[in-house]
T-cell receptor, first 116, second 117 residues
């Protein structure tokens, strides 16, 4: 089965630094998502991306965050000036069509971000 | 805004037994989708089953089935003949069916299911 690939699996950064989390969605997929899960809490939607622009974003996704599809294969999440509370598992996901149709949403294995 | 509530933080059953995980939700939307996701210790999110709100028939996928009660806004997951590999966190999720764009999922807090040998 095709996979969504996320790198790195674990990233450690100092508070105030910028981090970029990388994802390679499945090649023929058109919709891309970022979710996060703080340890012991529920998974939270951050942003969706389609046709090279943000389609929907949650309240969490403020000016500190940005997303980009720089080269047609990668999908990145940039977090500027990281804070301790940004420590979480960040999941990338993709689907060929809108998630609620016959195509299912594929999740990556996540990047565990630790802000010290 | 939508909310999803899973009232069972943890459940434990013996292998081969049947177990039901509860989920309720609150929404003013009339068209939406409901999902159950499994998160094993590897923490990868895996879709278990999906239900479209406009369909009255309950979805089934092999040993997994749902009891969808739209009026009560209830969406429980039944796992039959439970297996050790079913041990995981299970998340109930909601997604509204909007006119365009790519919509995000609203998740519940999860139920930790433990299958005992």
């Amino acid at each position: 089965e095709p996979e969504v690939t996320q790198t790195p699996s674990h990233q450690v950064t100092q508070m105030g630094q910028e981090v970029i989390l990388r994802c390679v969605p499945i090649s023929n997929h058109l919709y891309f998502y970022w979710y996060r899960q703080i340890l012991g809490q529920k998974v939270e939607f951050l942003v969706s991306f389609y046709n090279n622009e943000i389609s929907e974003k949650s309240e969490i996704f403020d000016d500190q965050f940005s997303v980009e599809r720089p080269d047609g294969s990668n999908f990145t999440l940039k977090i500027r000036s990281t804070k301790l509370e940004d420590s979480a598992m960040y999941f990338c996901a993709s689907s060929r069509d809108r998630q609620a149709t016959n195509e299912k949403l594929f999740f990556g294995s996540g990047t565990q971000l630790s802000v010290l | 805004a939508q909310t999803v509530t899973q009232s069972q933080p943890e459940m434990s059953v013996q292998e081969a037994e049947t177990v039901t995980l509860s989920c309720t939700y609150d929404t003013s939307e009339s068209n939406y989708y409901l999902f159950w996701y499994k998160q094993p210790p590897s923490r990868q999110m895996i879709l278990v089953i999906r239900q479209e709100a406009y369909k009255q028939q309950n979805a089934t996928e092999n040993r997994f089935s749902v009891n969808f009660q739209k009026a009560a806004k209830s969406f429980s997951l039944k796992i039959s003949d439970s297996q050790l590999g079913d041990t995981a966190m299970y998340f109930c999720a909601f997604m509204k069916r909007s006119g365009g764009g790519a919509d995000g999922l609203t998740f519940g807090k999860g139920t930790h299911l433990i299958i005992q040998p």
